[in-house]
């Protein structure tokens, strides 16, 4: 089976694939090079072979293990009453150490 490929500086080259991994110089350039060995050709009933049944629609809907507070979700700082991020362990105002709620 013959080979088709490009040389390092680009010419395109034609070898057997018997030749693979032997030394050569492209007949243009005079560049040297180790002939590559082909790459195997992967059919699609052999890739299909492979995973098996798969349903048709392959959309994923992930959801999160634990809800996500929108970006504007806000409790407020027991001690200085300032609205914070829920986000926030400590309080940015008043440094205060702030328990996580049950809903974040």
């Not at 080259?13 to 030749?19: G, P, T, V, W």
């Not at 829920?86 to 940015?92: A, M, N, S």
């Amino acid at each position: 089976m013959t080979v088709k490929f490009r040389c390092p500086n680009g010419h395109k080259l034609k070898f057997e694939e018997k030749d693979s991994g032997k030394k050569a110089s492209c007949p243009r350039c005079h560049a040297s090079f180790l002939l590559p060995s082909p790459e195997p050709h992967v059919s699609e009933t052999s890739i299909v072979a492979l995973l098996g049944n798969q349903p048709s629609d392959r959309s994923v809907i992930a959801h999160p293990s634990t809800p996500v507070p929108s970006a504007a979700a806000t409790k407020m700082c027991p001690k200085c009453k300032a609205r914070i991020r829920v986000r926030y362990q400590i309080c940015p105002h008043c440094r205060t150490y702030l328990p996580l709620s049950k809903h974040s």
